[in-house]
């Protein structure tokens, strides 16, 4: 009888076990995708109330006026570095308007669109990239450069599991656009390389100008306003990463409408 | 283990069944709610930043920047 006992036990054991596992597979599929596409969705939401509840075209003009003085600094500056490009206005005038509002840890301040994804994949980008924050959309990593600014913006998203946001990363070629917006500005970005795969102590990827410890992948040689977006790889592991870069094209006013990239 | 259990709850038949619903649907909000996210961040899943610290000790890199 009590080999009985001991047998019917480790049975039940070996299936309540097997439940569990199979509940944790369908946590990770599904539930994780449910819940970051409701949460990414409500920070959309929330960012498009915001927007609409203070719109900050108004006060451009007196920011201009006040960004004035390092944005003349900011363009000999490109003189200097022998770069030109459309990335004008509307960037220097954020990066004049960057002391004043700095990224809320946790807060979603803008929206990002990659065409190549799919016509109607849009994330919201928060500031940090803590497990909590990557939950909800992308994380702005908090000591690279701030959107449209000069330097290096770079963000992190899942690959997998969270709405599998950066599912198709591999994808992006060079020419793809990366659009996004603050609710100000439209900036877009281009890919200027196929994905780089590199190990996951690879800081340099993040520098103003991205420093790979692969030097033969550096995607640029000179300062400039850049975009650095990275996942993890393989598909499922987390031995390596990929990494994607792009250089700031063009940024346009929110008033006059969304770029050409998002409605090709 | 589910014999005990079973043997334990009160009622008739039905009664029991109710119960036992009830119990695994707990169970299974628990686990949804509080275990699993819990447990999910020590599968490699998560580590999609690129950083120093997460490299070595990726399990219990402070701030989850892993």
């Known amino acids: 009888m009590a080999l009985r006992a001991v047998v019917r036990g480790l049975s039940e054991l070996c299936i309540t076990a097997g439940i569990l596992i199979v509940l944790f597979v369908v946590h990770l599929l599904y539930w994780t995708g449910l819940r970051a596409d409701s949460a990414s969705d409500n920070e959309i939401d929330r960012l498009h109330e915001r927007w609409a509840a203070a719109p900050r075209d108004g006060s451009a003009a007196a920011d201009e006026g006040r960004a004035g003085a390092p944005s003349r600094r900011e363009r000999e500056q490109r003189g200097r570095d022998g770069e030109t490009g459309p990335a004008g206005g509307a960037g220097e005038r954020r990066a004049g308007r960057a002391q004043q509002q700095p990224y809320r840890d946790g807060r979603s301040f803008a929206v990002m669109y990659i065409p190549r994804f799919g016509r109607d994949w849009s994330k919201p980008v928060l500031e940090s990239t803590g497990e909590q924050t990557l939950r909800r959309g992308l994380g702005h990593y908090t000591r690279t450069a701030r959107l449209g600014g000069k330097g290096n913006f770079a963000v992190a998203g899942h690959r997998r599991t969270y709405g599998d946001p950066f599912k198709d990363f591999p994808r992006l070629r060079p020419g793809d656009p990366v659009v996004l917006t603050d609710g100000d500005t439209w900036y877009t970005y281009t890919i200027v390389k196929r994905p780089y795969r590199t190990l996951p102590g690879d800081t340099g990827v993040l520098d103003a100008v991205p420093a790979p410890v692969n030097k033969a992948a550096a995607p640029f040689t000179g300062p400039g306003r850049y975009l650095t977006l990275t996942t993890c790889d393989p598909e499922w592991g987390s031995s390596h990463r990929l990494i994607a870069w792009g250089r700031l094209d063009a940024t346009r006013p929110a008033s006059e409408g969304s770029p050409g990239a998002l409605t090709r | ?66």
Do not use: C, K
């Not at chain 2, 275990?35 to 610290?53: H, K, S």
């Open chain 2, 1 to 66: 283990m589910y014999g005990w259990i079973w043997r334990h709850l009160p009622g008739n038949v039905w009664v029991r069944i109710l119960i036992s619903t009830v119990l695994v649907v707990g169970v299974v909000f628990l686990l949804f709610q509080y275990v699993f996210p819990w447990a999910e961040p020590m599968l490699p899943f998560n580590d999609v930043t690129v950083d120093g610290a997460a490299a070595p000790a990726a399990g219990t890199a402070p701030g989850g920047l892993v």
